[in-house]
């Protein structure tokens, strides 16, 4: 089974603090992304990478960036957090090609600012 | 522009009836399709998926049709059952390849309420 982590399920951060959530997949996937989910608007993508050391700006890329060193991990950075910032955060993988679209999902960090 | 809809926020179901769960695009370039459900406090969960080149296909209780020239997919549930309450999301892929063509579209997903 593909796993997953995430490096938190719930955090609490001051306005202006720099954050950083981690996320971990064992499956050896080449694709990794990060969305944030509020009520009402879904899913939306903040940034994704296509393999180590890439990354692309999602639909919501502002105050945030990323970072993928390694294969398996794939950070998510908030510069200076805000209160808008407040949301669950998801990250997924999927393998690379075109042999399936199907992303895994982590079980989310909740995240506050206050 | 949100380019995949799911006008229903909302839909509950008696038990052992079929659930219908509806999504809209608007963007021909999608290729290819997929449902995911999520419970609260848990990451979203594949579901089914459908190819552009197809317009049904069926994995056990879960059907999804779909229909292009109305740019329109549903999920049927048969039966539903109160583990199916969760919120379910449509996704789309864009034809084009390149960095682009790895990203989904997600719908803002229907709240699916199965009762006992």
């Known amino acids: 089974d593909v796993k997953v982590t995430q490096s938190s399920r719930y955090l609490v951060k001051r306005t202006g603090e720099k954050v950083f959530l981690e996320c971990v997949q064992d499956m050896d996937h080449e694709n990794m992304f990060w969305y944030r989910q509020d009520p009402g608007l879904g899913l939306r993508l903040i940034y994704f990478s296509y393999d180590v050391k890439m990354k692309e700006k999602g639909d919501i890329p502002e105050g945030y960036s990323v970072s993928r060193e390694k294969k398996e991990r794939f950070s998510l950075i908030l510069e200076s957090a805000s209160t808008n910032q407040t949301s669950m955060y998801l990250c997924?993988?999927?393998?690379?090609?075109?042999?399936?679209?199907?992303?895994?999902f982590g079980p989310g960090t909740r995240l506050t600012v206050t | 522009d949100q380019q995949v809809k799911q006008n229903s926020p909302s839909l509950s179901v008696q038990e052992g009836r079929i659930s219908i769960l509806n999504c809209d695009y608007t963007n021909s370039m999608f290729d290819y399709f997929l449902w995911y459900k999520k419970y609260p406090a848990e990451g979203p969960t594949f579901l089914i998926s459908?190819?552009?080149?197809?317009d049904k296909n069926e994995d056990g209780r879960f059907t999804v049709f779909l229909n292009k020239s109305a740019k329109h997919l549903s999920l049927h549930i048969v039966p539903s059952q109160p583990g199916d309450s969760a919120v379910y999301f449509c996704?789309?892929?864009?034809?084009?390849?390149?960095?682009?063509?790895?990203?989904?579209?997600f719908g803002k997903g229907t709240k699916l309420s199965v009762i006992p």
């Open positions: 996704a789309a892929k864009l034809t084009y390849s390149g960095a682009g063509s790895y990203q989904l579209t």
């Open positions: 997924a993988s999927r393998v690379g090609g075109t042999s399936s679209y199907e992303q895994y």
């Open positions: 459908i190819s552009s080149i197809k």
